[in-house]
């Protein structure tokens, strides 16, 4: 029995995974997956497959990868499936084929303790808050126990942490083999691991920060991998065009400059003027920042930069403002040149300073245009930016670059299976026609991938309805979000909770959350709000409230995909508006310009599509498993009173319409009961409400 039939045995009826896992069903969609991703594994090429909710897509390709014994990247879009995957699926999997395969966890630096920093941040980290005080103290007792140095060992630490800079290090400030920790830095251990590991969980941001930079990690691992595999692959080009561009912040000038009064003074006190320099780099961003603000007229926005100067800043001042920002950097880098003998830490910040003069050079010069796009950001920490309006030429020439190492391998090598490496991209999510073109054109795939589209094998029809509220305020009145609060109380407090509210603004979701918490004080029901608590925490409590802790959670942004909430604990979901792309957005603006340039419309090529893959993707927290039922509020009437709404619609599963708010409490009373099911006379066809 080869490989690939040994995948179809064990997905089959007594397979290998129904005795290990009494619960497990098997799915012929899920089958047909399987085989197509071992297809691939044994030929090579390229595959693109949408697997809808509930198909068992990471067993899919699980199960061949294990079974073939080649060597493999697995990249996912976050670090929560990054940890799934790794903690629970491979060794479950592992155990149910009775399987030894050499598995590795890889992150970027920021996801590990580093010891080095540890050691520093509490003789250094003086501005830091009583809350983050606290939690570095419990860094320390758990730094002396463990093996990994993975911060996601550590629940109560939130990713957005203000310790986390302190305790972890960066490409900038890492100093290498010249650290005293370098043997045991859990980094570096991290990486060990991973060069000699069949398969390897990586995450997208950590692959293309690796191949942008060539830094040590995942550009090592390829050359010798047989075959890469992207899930959550609809994150890919969003995320990938991060890492195509350059980018230049006030953040990192001021890291750069507390950082050089710090290791200035440690190491070569009295050499140079450290406090001076420091003081005059804050001084010269902070009227930098200041005067943008000011020629902006806005204190948060994106700006367009078509011409020498982003819009509405004047170009000659704004050359003078960059030109000073360089001449500063010069004089920085000159003392650091001076003085970088005497410690590994100056001479490292002397590299970076000279990279950070790089950026800000070409960032001075006129853009490339063509596939590239500029903005400026103004707010909190003002960037500067330019990236590619697609990742499909560095995806292509990253494919091709790897090609030939895994030929010549394979050649080399007898029993591998394939003289040429596998590319498997697949999520729920990648497009809205049968050639997935949303996805293949922007990633450059079209011609070369085969594409496979298995649905979901959920009933819809028979476990969820959705709603759209009538006589709200319109989606662009600012009185909408407040208004929808106002709406929801009696449908949350009919259904008890068990509610999941996305919003698509943080300005939105503040008003939701203030609503709902003054509307439902004295109810019983909680309203956990995003932003109050880590992620991890608040979809703990979450899943407790189908019991005696009945709660709401209002969201925005990462809580629109990647959250699996099976059960009764969420029965309801409400998406507050529509979710088309920001329309002054950059990206969005030159990716319409560069469509209007082709001859075509970028409303439907481009906002349609791109808005109904968002709707796709947040709708798809309400169905998690065969047993679940629920409903989708779809709270703006433009659904049903403009002419997209049908094409918006059609992007979603086939599922009944609630005519009217009589019959949405209706429903939400049906799941209450003990059979807790959506009745019948309560819903039309699984047609558009007219």
Same mark, same amino acid.
């Given at each position: 029995?080869?490989?690939?039939?040994?995948?179809?045995?064990?997905?089959?009826? @007594?397979?290998?995974?129904?005795?290990?896992?009494?619960?497990?069903?098997?799915?012929?969609?899920?089958?047909?997956?399987?085989?197509?991703?071992?297809?691939?594994?044994?030929?090579?090429?390229?595959?693109?497959?949408?697997?809808?909710?509930?198909?068992?897509?990471?067993?899919?390709?699980?199960?061949?990868?294990?079974?073939?014994?080649?060597?493999?990247?697995?990249?996912? !879009?976050?670090?929560?499936?990054?940890?799934?995957? &790794?903690?629970?699926? +491979?060794?479950?999997?592992?155990?149910?084929?009775?399987?030894?395969?050499?598995?590795?966890?890889?992150?970027?630096?920021?996801?590990?303790?580093?010891?080095?920093?540890?050691?520093?941040?509490?003789?250094?980290?003086?501005?830091?808050?009583?809350?983050?005080?606290?939690?570095?103290?419990?860094?320390?007792?758990?730094?002396?126990?463990?093996?990994?140095?993975?911060?996601?060992?550590?629940?109560?630490?939130?990713?957005?942490?203000?310790?986390?800079?302190?305790?972890?290090?960066?490409?900038?400030?890492?100093?290498?083999?010249?650290?005293?920790?370098?043997?045991?830095?859990?980094?570096?251990?991290?990486?060990?691991?991973?060069?000699?590991?069949? %398969?390897?969980?990586?995450?997208?941001?950590?692959?293309?920060?690796?191949?942008?930079?060539?830094?040590?990690?995942?550009?090592?691992?390829?050359?010798? *991998?047989?075959?890469?595999?992207?899930?959550?692959?609809? /994150?890919?080009?969003?995320?990938?065009?991060?890492?195509?561009?350059?980018?230049?912040?006030?953040?990192?000038?001021?890291?750069? !400059?507390?950082? %050089?009064?710090?290791?200035?003074?440690?190491?070569?006190?009295?050499?140079?003027?450290?406090?001076?320099?420091?003081?005059?780099?804050?001084?010269?961003?902070?009227? &930098?920042?200041?005067?943008? !603000?000011?020629?902006?007229?806005?204190?948060?926005?994106?700006? #367009?930069?078509?011409?020498?100067?982003?819009?509405?800043?004047?170009?000659?001042?704004?050359?003078? *403002?960059?030109?000073?920002?360089?001449?500063?950097?010069?004089?920085?880098?000159?003392?650091?040149?001076?003085?970088?003998?005497?410690?590994?830490?100056?001479? /490292?910040?002397?590299?970076?300073?000279?990279?950070?003069? @790089?950026?800000?050079?070409?960032?001075?010069?006129?853009?490339?245009?063509?596939?590239?796009?500029?903005?400026?950001?103004?707010?909190?920490?003002?960037?500067?930016?330019?990236?590619?309006?697609?990742?499909?030429?560095?995806? #292509?020439?990253?494919?091709?670059?790897?090609?030939?190492?895994?030929?010549?391998?394979?050649?080399?090598?007898?029993?591998?299976?394939?003289?040429?490496?596998?590319?498997?991209?697949?999520?729920?999510?990648?497009?809205?026609?049968?050639?997935?073109?949303?996805?293949?054109?922007?990633?450059?795939? @079209?011609?070369?991938?085969?594409?496979?589209?298995?649905?979901?094998?959920?009933?819809?029809?028979?476990?969820?309805?959705?709603?759209?509220?009538?006589?709200?305020?319109?989606?662009?009145?600012?009185?909408?979000?407040?208004?929808?609060?106002?709406?929801?109380?009696?449908?949350?407090?009919?259904?008890?909770?068990?509610?999941?509210?996305?919003?698509?603004?943080?300005?939105?979701?503040?008003?939701?959350?203030?609503?709902?918490?003054?509307?439902?004080?004295?109810?019983?029901?909680?309203?956990?709000?995003?932003?109050?608590?880590?992620?991890?925490?608040?979809?703990?409590?979450?899943?407790?409230?189908?019991?005696?802790?009945?709660?709401?959670?209002?969201?925005?942004?990462? &809580?629109?995909?990647?959250?699996?909430?099976?059960?009764?604990?969420?029965?309801?979901?409400?998406?507050?508006?529509?979710?088309?792309?920001?329309?002054?957005?950059?990206?969005? +603006?030159?990716?319409?310009?560069?469509?209007?340039?082709?001859?075509?419309?970028? &409303?439907?090529?481009?906002?349609?599509?791109?808005?109904?893959?968002?709707?796709?993707?947040?709708?798809?927290?309400?169905?998690?498993?065969?047993?679940?039922?629920?409903?989708?509020?779809?709270?703006?009437?433009?659904?049903?009173?403009?002419?997209?709404?049908?094409?918006?619609?059609?992007?979603?599963?086939?599922?009944?319409? +609630?005519?009217?708010? !009589?019959?949405?409490?209706?429903? +939400?009373?049906?799941? /209450?009961?003990?059979?807790?099911?959506?009745?019948?006379?309560?819903?039309?066809?699984?047609?558009?409400?007219?």
């Amino acid at each position: 029995m080869t490989w690939l039939d040994q995948v179809t045995a064990a997905l089959g009826p @007594g397979g290998a995974l129904q005795q290990a896992q009494p619960g497990f069903q098997p799915r012929s969609a899920q089958l047909q997956l399987a085989q197509a991703v071992g297809q691939v594994l044994q030929e090579g090429g390229v595959l693109v497959a949408e697997a809808g909710t509930g198909v068992g897509k990471t067993y899919a390709y699980l199960l061949p990868v294990l079974l073939s014994a080649q060597r493999v990247i697995l990249s996912t !879009a976050t670090r929560n499936l990054q940890d799934q995957l &790794f903690t629970r699926d +491979l060794p479950r999997l592992m155990k149910a084929l009775g399987l030894s395969r050499r598995v590795a966890l890889l992150k970027g630096r920021n996801s590990y303790l580093c010891t080095q920093r540890l050691s520093q941040a509490r003789r250094e980290a003086h501005h830091l808050d009583d809350q983050a005080w606290r939690q570095l103290a419990q860094v320390e007792h758990w730094a002396q126990g463990t093996r990994t140095g993975d911060l996601a060992e550590l629940p109560e630490l939130d990713d957005v942490s203000p310790l986390i800079p302190w305790i972890t290090s960066t490409r900038d400030n890492c100093l290498g083999t010249r650290c005293a920790g370098w043997q045991a830095c859990h980094v570096n251990e991290a990486r060990r691991q991973a060069l000699t590991a069949d %398969l390897v969980v990586v995450n997208h941001h950590l692959f293309f920060s690796d191949q942008q930079l060539r830094d040590a990690g995942v550009a090592e691992l390829l050359p010798s *991998r047989q075959a890469v595999i992207f899930d959550e692959a609809h /994150r890919l080009n969003e995320i990938g065009v991060q890492f195509m561009g350059r980018q230049f912040s006030a953040r990192s000038w001021r890291r750069l !400059a507390t950082e %050089l009064l710090d290791e200035g003074t440690r190491w070569a006190r009295g050499f140079q003027p450290w406090p001076e320099l420091a003081s005059l780099m804050e001084r010269q961003m902070r009227d &930098f920042e200041t005067w943008v !603000a000011a020629a902006a007229r806005r204190p948060e926005a994106r700006l #367009q930069w078509l011409g020498l100067s982003p819009e509405g800043l004047e170009a000659t001042a704004w050359q003078q *403002r960059l030109s000073g920002l360089q001449a500063l950097l010069a004089r920085v880098h000159q003392a650091l040149t001076l003085t970088q003998e005497a410690a590994p830490e100056l001479r /490292r910040l002397a590299q970076r300073t000279d990279e950070l003069r @790089g950026v800000l050079t070409s960032l001075t010069q006129a853009g490339e245009g063509g596939g590239t796009v500029r903005w400026l950001e103004t707010g909190r920490h003002t960037r500067l930016l330019e990236v590619p309006l697609h990742i499909a030429e560095h995806l #292509q020439a990253l494919m091709a670059a790897e090609s030939s190492p895994a030929q010549r391998e394979a050649e080399l090598t007898p029993g591998l299976a394939s003289p040429r490496p596998a590319w498997i991209f697949t999520s729920a999510t990648l497009g809205l026609d049968e050639a997935l073109s949303w996805f293949t054109q922007p990633c450059g795939l @079209g011609d070369v991938a085969q594409v496979l589209r298995v649905g979901s094998p959920f009933d819809y029809a028979r476990q969820a309805a959705w709603h759209v509220p009538e006589g709200l305020p319109e989606a662009q009145d600012p009185d909408h979000a407040w208004a929808l609060s106002q709406w929801l109380l009696a449908p949350v407090r009919q259904l008890g909770g068990r509610t999941l509210v996305l919003a698509t603004s943080l300005r939105a979701l503040g008003e939701l959350a203030k609503g709902l918490q003054e509307g439902l004080q004295g109810s019983g029901i909680e309203v956990l709000v995003q932003g109050q608590g880590s992620r991890r925490r608040l979809l703990e409590r979450f899943r407790q409230g189908d019991g005696e802790r009945p709660c709401v959670l209002v969201a925005s942004g990462a &809580f629109w995909e990647g959250v699996d909430v099976p059960g009764p604990a969420l029965q309801m979901l409400v998406i507050d508006k529509l979710p088309f792309p920001v329309p002054d957005d950059p990206l969005v +603006l030159a990716r319409s310009a560069a469509l209007k340039a082709q001859g075509r419309t970028p &409303f439907q090529d481009f906002v349609l599509p791109e808005t109904a893959m968002a709707l796709k993707q947040g709708a798809g927290r309400l169905i998690r498993s065969e047993h679940d039922r629920g409903v989708l509020v779809l709270a703006d009437e433009r659904l049903l009173q403009r002419s997209y709404g049908a094409r918006l619609l059609a992007a979603l599963p086939a599922m009944p319409c +609630l005519v009217d708010q !009589a019959a949405l409490m209706q429903a +939400l009373a049906a799941l /209450r009961s003990p059979e807790g099911r959506l009745t019948r006379s309560s819903t039309t066809d699984p047609t558009p409400c007219s």
